[in-house]
T-cell receptor, first 112, second 110 residues
Framework: DSGVTQTPKHLITATGQRVTLRCSPR?????VYWYQQSLDQGLQFLIQ???????AKGNILERFSAQQFPDLHSELNLSSLELGDSALYFC???????????FGQGTRLTVV | GQQLNQSPQSMFIQEGEDVSMNCTSS?????WLWYKQDPGEGPVLLIA?????ELTSNGRLTAQFGITRKDSFLNISASIPSDVGIYFC??????????FGTGTLLAVQP
């Protein structure tokens, strides 16, 4: 158990819909990262938050957004969903100071 | 999105054999990481490398940070069935973002 909790574990939704994925980082970790894993693109960095502020942005679509709340949990919002958004979405957290991130178990999103 | 070249793509070996895999990049990295991912789980960090030429071991696993800073290698000695999984390299450069490799699927026959 990495200590990073993601909910839900599985999500099935229709095209055009909007979903929210939730992540609780390890206790004390200030950084949260979101990654997307698909068969054709592999593991891709989406976005990083540090203590509530956006720190870095990767290949995140404009239809996707994220935020980190004062209690440090984070949410990834995916809207106007397309079939190609079906993927595993991972959250990872780190404490900063050069420590590497621990990954959660992921949310498997299926868009039908 | 960008991915690092990782080879081989898959390996099917007998228990007890040694395994080698590598990762190459067109960019220079300051950090190389190796992860293992089991089905239905997130990647788990195995080894972290922070200096060119660095050789680091974690049990039966040994990884090296290439001198050119554009490659890294992972060796697994005396493989066992629980080594089965997908191994990913990841590199971090000046942008401070992690870029992952394409993955190596390892299957171990008891």
């Amino acid at each position: 158990d990495s200590g990073v909790t993601q909910t839900p574990k599985h999500l099935i939704t229709a095209t055009g819909q909007r979903v929210t994925l939730r992540c609780s980082p390890r206790s004390g970790d200030l950084s949260v990262y979101w990654y997307q894993q698909s068969l054709d693109q592999g593991l891709q960095f989406l976005i990083q938050y540090y203590n509530g502020e956006e720190r870095a942005k990767g290949n995140i679509l404009e239809r996707f957004s994220a935020q980190q709340f004062p209690d440090l949990h984070s949410e990834l919002n995916l809207s106007s969903l397309e079939l190609g958004d079906s993927a595993l979405y991972f959250c990872a957290s780190s404490g900063g100071g050069g420590t590497e991130a621990f990954f959660g178990q992921g949310t498997r999103l299926t868009v039908v | 999105g960008q991915q690092l070249n990782q080879s081989p793509q898959s390996m099917f070996i007998q228990e007890g054999e040694d395994v080698s895999m590598n990762c190459t990049s067109s960019s220079i990295f300051n950090t190389w990481l190796w992860y293992k991912q089991d089905p239905g789980e997130g990647p788990v960090l195995l080894i972290a490398l922070y200096k060119a030429g660095e050789l680091t071991s974690n049990g039966r696993l040994t990884a090296q940070f290439g001198i050119t800073r554009k490659d890294s290698f992972l060796n697994i000695s005396a493989s066992i069935p629980s080594d089965v999984g997908i191994y990913f390299c990841a590199g971090r450069g000046a942008t401070n973002k992690l870029i992952f490799g394409t993955g190596t699927l390892l299957a171990v026959q008891p």
